[in-house]
């Protein structure tokens, strides 16, 4: 049994763990996994069955061994997520063969990403994720997002495909803005990101579906330094391109004492922290030219 009840991105970053629990038996084993997420782990070819806390009571135990990954990361925050799974699940980071993450798209996933693509977007395109959520420092101000956007509507040509949940961002002030919140299932979006020219966003658990795929990511970080989240172990053509807040405190979150389940800013106003307004967006407009995206 592996637990690791949330969030979105940070169960998704148990895939590799998974993985290489299945090839360390060589596939002779059951591997149940416990969490609020299941949806992450539909498909998958090393997964017996998935549970939530409301179903637990299913379980098919006695275990061999419950490796419990909540707050693996949160007490060890100088480490990548995965390195620090690893520490849990195998003792070391180097045992973990192949750190890349997955997911397991089924064809109507396919079939309905293509199908968006071909009737909806209908030529080259971004996916970019303004995300809102219960971090201040992840939260970029809505005239940041918006200067972003004037970018790629001034210096590209490509489709911008807004994603994420119904309750964030999306802006509908040019015809190249498409809204997309809400719209599509985490396998779909992997889809869908896959056949993104880029990938836009900040660290939030989209990056990661973004990491299943081999598309190049612009992504920019605060309080979380990128060595921590950055994706594993993707193709050189995959390129990962972190953008940082113009501040020193950069990557702050792994120096508070663990486990950090969130943090305070004390620099300043705990709900709208220096860094989130300390991005120089120009830096965007060269990570597009660094990835022949930009016009100029």
Not at 7 to 16: C, F, N
Not at 22 to 36: R, Y
Not at 59 to 72: C, E, F, S
């Amino acid at each position: 049994m592996v637990v690791r009840q949330l969030a979105l991105g940070d169960v998704l970053l148990t895939t590799p763990i998974i993985r290489q629990l299945f090839q360390d038996h060589d596939g002779q084993c059951h591997i149940d996994v416990l969490t609020m997420m299941p949806e992450i782990f539909r498909n998958s070819p090393y997964v017996r069955r998935v549970f939530t806390p409301q179903d637990f009571n299913d379980a098919k135990g006695p275990y061999a061994r419950v490796i419990n990954l909540d707050l693996a990361y949160e007490n060890l925050p100088h480490l990548h997520v995965v390195d620090a799974y690893a520490m849990t699940s195998h003792g070391s980071p180097e045992k973990i063969k192949n750190k890349r993450l997955e997911l397991f798209a089924s064809e109507a996933d396919r079939q309905k990403a293509k199908f968006t693509q071909q009737t909806k977007i209908s030529g080259p395109y971004v996916v970019i994720h303004m995300r809102k959520d219960k971090w201040p420092s992840r939260n970029l101000p809505e005239a940041t997002w918006k200067g972003i956007l004037n970018i790629l509507l001034e210096h590209t040509d490509f489709k911008i495909i807004q994603v994420g949940s119904t309750h964030e961002i999306a802006f509908d002030y040019h015809p190249r803005l498409l809204n997309f919140l809400g719209a599509f299932s985490i396998h779909e979006l992997r889809e869908i990101i896959a056949g993104a020219q880029c990938y836009l966003g900040v660290d939030s658990g989209t990056l990661h579906v973004a990491a299943c795929t081999d598309t190049p990511v612009i992504a920019m970080f605060s309080s979380a330094h990128h060595r921590l989240r950055e994706p594993l172990e993707r193709p050189t053509k995959a390129r990962f391109i972190a953008i940082q807040p113009q501040v020193d405190c950069y990557g702050c979150q792994e120096h508070y004492p663990p486990p950090i389940t969130g943090v305070i800013c004390h620099r300043g106003d705990p709900f709208s922290p220096p860094c989130r307004d300390a991005f120089d967006i120009d830096n965007v407009r060269q990570a597009l030219v660094d990835l022949s995206l930009c016009k100029i």
